[in-house]
């Protein structure tokens, strides 16, 4: 079992830039997909970035394309989420979690290990 920990939410403007972590407990970490998903109140759960095992590899959800970066460093068991140029519509909680495939990495449910969340918030 993976035990995921998310950090470095928080209030931003619009604009302003954060970066989540994400740290996992086992040091098997490489060996799993990770992914960020985000959840705003009264919407559902949406994906917004995977890296694969070796890191080499990314995906992203359209409306965050070319303003986030997902990275890992496998030696700190540790995947990042650097989001730039920060939108109100990009307030939600963030989720990490982890999958030991990348297929269907765009859906929650085929991840079975996940973070509490931390808060982000942008104000306008």
């Known amino acids: 079992q993976v035990q995921l920990v998310e950090s470095g939410g928080g209030l931003v403007q619009a604009g302003g830039s954060l970066r989540l972590s994400c740290a996992a407990s086992r040091r098997t970490f490489s060996a799993y997909v990770m992914g960020w998903f985000r959840q705003a109140p009264g919407k559902e759960r949406e994906f917004v970035a995977v890296?694969?095992?070796?890191?080499?590899?990314?995906y992203y959800a359209d409306s965050v394309k070319g303003r986030f970066t997902i990275s890992r460093d496998n030696a700190k068991n540790t995947v990042y989420l650097q989001m730039n140029s920060l939108k109100p519509e990009d307030t939600a909680v963030y989720y990490c979690?982890?999958?030991?495939?990348?297929?269907?990495?765009?859906?929650?449910?085929?991840?079975?290990?996940w973070g509490q969340g931390t808060q982000v918030t942008v104000s306008s």
């Open positions: 890296i694969v095992q070796s890191g080499d590899t990314t």
């Open positions: 979690a982890a999958k030991g495939s990348l297929g269907s990495y765009y859906r929650g449910a085929t991840y079975p290990y």
